[in-house]
């Protein structure tokens, strides 16, 4: 067994260090910061009120395809969002050996989960781009609707709402620790390329963490008044927002932030340590 292990473990490592993967994992981050881009749009379309579809993964997908030519880009992100799954399925196998104890553990654990982040969306941008779209937001609402239907479901929804709420907090103080800049290769950047970055990835984490914050705290609210109805992912956070007192202003603030996270994307297919 141990042998098998050891085989497996170089086999991975060798397709760890495979030009291809690197090459799809970088043309990855383009696709990822357009998506995140979009998304920023479709965040600035529900502050001024012109919104007319959904502001999340799905709704932003469906936006790029309308553009010329934006069914080969959607599908040419497909093949670099599948690159990145690939890239953190290997990294969750083997990688972070630099790290030491839980440590090791709970990177490992995030590659993990990263993988299955990267591999979704590659699965809602190819069904868009092949013409089938689906609501990401209906199909969280159906999701929730079935778990409550069960005897336990009302605890389970309001630990996935607490889960995501976390995770939202998560990502608000990776940004502002400025945590993130260690997985760039910042001797590679000048001094205006890693103050553009390093304020970019602030402002992005902020935003996402912001975003996916009230969504947490939408699902959670779900399981206590038992009405899938007020979950539905980050469009229905987004859109809680538009009839809010600031609502508007803080849409916008969110909408620059996710711009950020979008531009940040792009330094880290340049510089990111793949």
Known sequence: MSSMASSARRAADRAGDSTVVHALA??????????????????????????????????????????????????????????????????????????RGTRK??????????????????????????????????????????????????????????????????????GAKRAFAKRLDTGRMGPGTRTAATVSGMLGYLAKGVGYGIAGGLLFVAAVHRDPKKSGGLDAALHSLAGKPYGQVLLIVIAIGFAAFGVYCFFQSRYRDV
């Open 105 to 174: 553990v709970f990177e490992r654990i995030g590659a993990a989960g990263r993988t299955v982040i990267y591999a979704a969306l590659a699965w809602d941008a190819a069904k868009v781009a092949a013409g089938s779209p689906t609501s990401s937001a209906g199909q969280q609402r159906q999701t929730t609707a079935g778990v409550l239907a069960h005897t336990s479901g009302r605890v389970l929804v309001a630990l996935a709402g607490v889960a995501v709420l976390g995770g939202g907090i998560g990502l608000i103080v990776f």
């Open 26 to 99: 970088r043309g990855g981050f383009v696709g990822y910061g357009l998506l995140h881009l979009a998304v920023a749009w479709l965040t600035l379309q529900i502050a001024l009120g012109h919104s007319s579809g959904e502001t999340d993964q799905s709704g932003a997908f469906q936006l790029m395809v309308r553009q010329p030519f934006g069914r080969v880009l959607v599908w040419i992100i497909v093949v670099g969002l599948c690159g990145m799954a690939l890239w953190q399925l290997l990294a969750a196998a083997t990688g972070y050996r630099d790290e």
